[in-house]
C-alpha cells in the first residue's frame, strides 16, 4: 500500500492550495484519512481528519480556512487550504487507516504519504 500526496507548492498570504492523496495497492477498506503537518523545528500536529462516513474534525487553526474531504470511489482525500498565512508553512503529510487483506486474515495499519511542502509567503 502507498500513499501519494502531491499540490504542495508557494503562495503569497491569502492564497488557496488544494493537496491530494492517493492510496493504492491491494487495499479492502479506508477508515479515518487525515492530513498533518510538520514545521521545522516543530513536532507533526494533526491538521484534518475525515471518517469514512464524511465526519471531519479540524484543528483550531485550520477551522474556517481549510476543508478536508474524500473520494471513496478514487481512495482520495483532499485538503482544500484558503487564506493562506505563513504560519501554514510546513510539509504536509497525508495519513490513512487502511485495511488490507492477507490470506488468512484482514489487517488493519496506518499509512503515510511522503509529504508534500507548503510555503506561504510575500
Known amino acids: 500500500v502507498q500513499l501519494q500526496a502531491s499540490g504542495g507548492g508557494s503562495v503569497q498570504p491569502g492564497g488557496s492550495l488544494r493537496l491530494s492523496c492517493v492510496a493504492s495497492?491491494?487495499?479492502?477498506?479506508?477508515?479515518?484519512m487525515g492530513w498533518y503537518r510538520q514545521a521545522p523545528g516543530k513536532q507533526r500536529e494533526l491538521v484534518a481528519v475525515?471518517?469514512?462516513?464524511?465526519?471531519?474534525n479540524y484543528a483550531d487553526s485550520a477551522k474556517g480556512r481549510f476543508t478536508i474531504s474524500r473520494d471513496n470511489a478514487k481512495n482520495t482525500v483532499y485538503l482544500q487550504m484558503d487564506s493562506l498565512k505563513p504560519e501554514d508553512t510546513a510539509v504536509y503529510y497525508c495519513?490513512?487507516?487502511?485495511?488490507?487483506?492477507?490470506?488468512?486474515?484482514?489487517?488493519?495499519?496506518?499509512?503515510w504519504g511522503q509529504g508534500t511542502q507548503v510555503t506561504v509567503s510575500s
Open positions: 495519513n490513512a487507516d487502511i485495511v488490507t487483506l492477507t490470506r488468512s486474515s484482514s489487517v488493519r495499519s496506518p499509512y
Open positions: 495497492g491491494r487495499i479492502l477498506n479506508i477508515l479515518n
Open positions: 475525515i471518517t469514512s462516513s464524511y465526519n471531519s
